[in-house]
T-cell receptor, first 114, second 111 residues
Framework: DTEVTQTPKHLVMGMTNKKSLKCEQH?????MYWYKQKAKKPPELMFV???????INESVPSRFSPECPNSSLLNLHLHALQPEDSALYLC?????????????FGQGTRLTVV | QKEVEQDPGPLSVPEGAIVSLNCTYS??????FMWYRQYSRKGPELLMY????GNKEDGRFTAQVDKSSKYISLFIRDSQPSDSATYLC???????????FGKGTLLTVNP
């Protein structure tokens, strides 16, 4: 099973709202990622967790707050977003180790900020 | 110079054609190479993963890596309308597991 599950599939939120995106995988992967994808662009890396610790933050604004409660779950907490933050948010996971770094993506959460 | 270059197309071919998609890269640290297929409004689906120079075949798909030329390719044989999607190359290297993507090539296979 190479499935990464993301919820919700769609989310509309106001600029003063607080919401969370959730991601779950049961492949035993110990690296998990958040990517942001705008229309007709490739995914852009936001955060990487390795062994449940944040290893990469690509200078993402603090209105995005990641959390990795355990090896299977990854959350992205959203607060005071701007309309330009509207995008497809993708979660991915991979193994950690030599030659095992292929990443599997979820179907994404399509976020609209109004 | 961007780290990964990929012609965005669009590319339109008739059903049954052989499709060739390519990426070039400049970072010698890249060791792992992936091709993803992404349908509109969906997440990327991993098609092929390679980490050495040479060819890797999976059904109608063949991935080719030439590290000396810093050039990777994906070939699709007997293309089908269901292959119509955006194809993204991605690569990584070192210890940080960060994927660097090409811009993606939009492919349309016409019945």
């Amino acid at each position: 099973d190479t499935e990464v599950t993301q919820t919700p599939k769609h989310l509309v939120m106001g600029m003063t709202n607080k919401k969370s995106l959730k991601c779950e995988q049961h492949m035993g992967h110990r690296a998990m990622y958040w990517y942001k994808q705008k229309a007709k662009k490739p995914p852009e890396l936001m955060f990487v967790y390795s062994y449940e610790k944040l290893s990469i933050n690509e200078s993402v604004p603090s209105r995005f707050s990641p959390e990795c409660p355990n090896s299977s779950l990854l959350n992205l907490h959203l607060h005071a977003l701007q309309p330009e933050d509207s995008a497809l948010y993708l979660c991915a996971s991979s193994q950690v180790g030599f030659r095992n770094t292929e990443a599997f993506f979820g179907q994404g959460t399509r976020l609209t900020v109004v | 110079q961007k780290e990964v270059e990929q012609d965005p197309g669009p590319l339109s071919v008739p059903e049954g054609a052989i499709v060739s998609l390519n990426c070039t890269y400049s970072n010698s640290a890249f060791q792992y190479f992936m091709w993803y297929r992404q349908y509109s409004r969906k997440g990327p689906e991993l098609l092929m993963y390679t980490y050495s120079s040479g060819n890797k075949e999976d059904g109608r798909f063949t991935a080719q890596v030439d590290k000396s030329s810093k050039y990777i390719s994906l070939f699709i044989r007997d293309s089908q309308p269901s292959d119509s999607a955006t194809y993204l190359c991605a690569m990584s290297g070192g210890s940080n597991y960060k994927l660097t993507f090409g811009k993606g090539t939009l492919l349309t296979v016409n019945p």
